[in-house]
């Protein structure tokens, strides 16, 4: 027991001669937990993000300009940002940019901010209203029409897979009314002030009479009367390759020839507009030759979803430039000016040049799925 005791002491009087206690020893061979001063030891950087609601003016493919709700007038790229409008990007309409980083309050110099999405306005208190304009054709073709009013301002509009509808016929010189969404920005200076910009205009339908609807093909007659007699119908199913002025040029099934045809006096109802690759029916009298018009006489042309038997998925085509492109979009320019935004979530990219400015492609499009956006929902990207 006085051995033990002795141990004792001399192990204490060891700790305590070499400035070590007990619980020194302890804490030195026992884990802990950081402290907080060196937790925080490695600066961390603090991402900023913000939002900012204006109206749109302007979009070429790449680049917003807006107009705040304060009237100040911001340009931001959104080449890296998602555009998730539901109405498209149409001049006039209410968004949001979302960034990331710090907007000053005394400049609108957005070089030190990031775009990540522009959306429709939180809180949109205003919607879009449709609107009606009655005017002259002067030019027409599958991607725009141009128009004069009465009062000699002018306008071209986008028109691709727009829903189409000519009692008369098509020509230009007629008088037609367009069914549209979206406000003209201001003319740049008083000698452009009747020219307006319909770039980013939405186009729902265009007919030369209000409102817009489709008659019967083949009525049926009331119960105890007789039907009066006709000429028979034929039905040639053609695709369409161009539309120009009062020309519509299809291929029919089955062949490789095209035809020309004459729309100023026929009865013309194009459910998605006249994009090449989309298809039409050609309702004729007579014998067709199975090569020209020679012997027949078309009487109406009508898009093959317009209820006629047979008909198909529809789908169409718009070619042009890439002139801009953000993280989920692709802008192109026609060979009439139109520039047409095309969604690129999920669609099936053939291009062996990519998308860079310059490059030319072919989008495949669904018109039922851009009926109500001027963001059209692209289904394949093809070299053009």
Not at 93 to 105: A, C, F, P, T
Not at 231 to 249: K, V
Not at 352 to 381: A, H, M, V, W
Request: contains cysteine.
């Amino acid at each position: 027991m006085k051995k033990a005791l002795i141990l004792l002491i001399c192990t204490c009087l060891t700790f305590s001669l070499s400035g070590c206690s007990l619980g020194d020893l302890i804490e030195r061979f026992s884990p802990r937990e950081k402290t907080q001063e060196e937790v925080s030891s490695t600066p961390k950087t603090r991402v900023y993000m913000d939002e900012i609601s204006g109206t749109l003016v302007d979009f070429d493919g790449s680049t917003i300009t807006m107009t705040s709700d304060d009237g100040k007038t911001y340009l931001f790229d959104v080449s890296q940002a998602t555009l998730e409008c539901e109405v498209g990007l149409i001049s006039g309409d209410k968004i949001s940019v979302i960034y990331e980083g710090r907007l000053s309050d005394d400049t609108t110099d957005t070089s030190m901010v990031k775009a990540l999405k522009v959306a429709d306005e939180f809180h949109k208190d205003v919607q879009l209203e449709e609107r009606t304009a009655y005017v002259q054709i002067t030019a027409i073709t599958s991607n725009t029409i141009s128009v004069r009013s009465k009062k000699g301002k002018t306008a071209t509009y986008p028109i691709s897979g727009v829903e189409q509808y000519y009692q008369n016929g098509v020509q230009t010189g007629n008088w037609v009314y367009i069914h549209f969404k979206g406000t003209f920005p201001p003319a740049e200076s008083s000698t452009d002030s009747l020219s307006m910009d319909g770039s980013h205009i939405k186009v729902l339908s265009i007919s030369d009479i209000d409102p817009l609807v489709v008659p019967t093909p083949t009525p049926t007659p009331a119960a105890g009367t007789q039907a009066e007699e006709h000429t028979p119908e034929n039905i040639l199913h053609a695709e369409i390759q161009n539309m120009n002025g009062n020309l519509l040029t299809v291929i029919p099934d089955g062949k490789t020839a095209a035809l020309n045809i004459d729309l100023s006096a026929v009865q013309t109802y194009l459910a998605g507009g006249s994009a090449p690759g989309s298809y039409v029916n050609l309702f004729y009298e007579g014998e067709w030759n199975g090569t020209t018009l020679e012997g027949i006489t078309i009487t109406r042309v009508c898009s093959d979803d317009s209820g006629v038997s047979g008909s198909r998925h529809v789908t169409a085509t718009i070619t042009g430039t890439v002139i801009g492109t953000t993280s989920n979009t692709v802008t192109i320019q026609t060979a009439e000016g139109a520039e047409i935004i095309c969604d690129t979530q999920g669609a099936e990219n053939l291009s062996s040049q990519g998308l860079e400015p310059g490059n030319s492609i072919r989008i495949t499009f669904d018109p039922d799925e851009s009926r109500e956006s001027n963001i059209y929902q692209c289904l394949k990207i093809e070299d053009a």
